[in-house]
T-cell receptor, first 112, second 111 residues
């Protein structure tokens, strides 16, 4: 069964450093998303991406965040200057039709 | 009032029991309703999605949506220990819109 692949599975970074989280969506999917889940809390929407541009973003997705689809297969989330409160599981998801998403296994980001 | 409310549990039932999981929501604009299963430290896995009101069945799982009451349910028949996970309800307004998740109900099936 096709799956969404995320790397790395765990990243530890120092506060103020830049991180790039990588995702390979399912190949024939057109809609791409980033969500995050702080430990013990809800899964929260960050951003959606369609047709090579951001289609929707949440209040969390401020100027410190950016997304890119640098080629036909990868989808990345960059956090420019990490804060302690950015520590969370970050999930990439993709969808063929914009309805049922397939999520990746996530990247656990720890900011120290 | 929270947009999507879900009892966090934990809910513990014996193997073979019928499990009922529920969510309520406040925004009548939601049109698409989903149930995800999440194992510890894994991403959510889509179980079912339905459009508008009605029932949908898939194997041991049945999803119900009552838009008039703003209430959705997931029933699991013949529950198995492998069904032990956190179940997340989720909903959205339209195609490709952001999904709003409930906080999840932790379910444990006792052998």
């Amino acid at each position: 069964e096709p799956e969404v692949t995320q790397t790395p599975s765990h990243q530890v970074t120092q506060m103020g450093q830049e991180v790039i989280l990588r995702c390979v969506p399912i190949s024939n999917h057109l809609y791409f998303y980033w969500y995050r889940q702080i430990l013990g809390q809800k899964v929260e929407f960050l951003v959606s991406f369609y047709n090579n541009e951001i289609s929707e973003k949440s209040e969390i997705f401020d100027d410190q965040f950016s997304v890119e689809r640098p080629d036909g297969s990868n989808f990345t989330l960059k956090i420019r200057s990490t804060k302690l409160e950015d520590s969370a599981m970050y999930f990439c998801a993709s969808s063929r039709d914009g309805y049922g998403y397939t999520f990746g296994s996530g990247t656990r980001l720890t900011v120290v | 009032q929270k947009e999507v409310e879900q009892d966090p549990g934990p809910l513990s039932v014996p193997e073979g029991a019928i499990v009922s999981l529920n969510c309520t929501y406040s925004n009548s604009a939601f049109q698409y309703f989903m149930w995800y299963r999440q194992y510890s430290r894994k991403g959510p896995e889509l179980l079912m999605y339905t459009y508008s009101s009605g029932n949908k069945e898939d194997g041991r799982f049945t999803a119900q949506v009552d838009k008039s009451s703003k209430y959705i349910s997931l029933f699991i028949r013949d529950s198995q220990p492998s069904d032990s996970a956190t179940y997340l309800c989720a909903m959205t307004y339209s195609s490709a819109s952001k999904i709003i998740f409930g906080s999840g109900t932790r379910l444990s099936i006792r052998p």
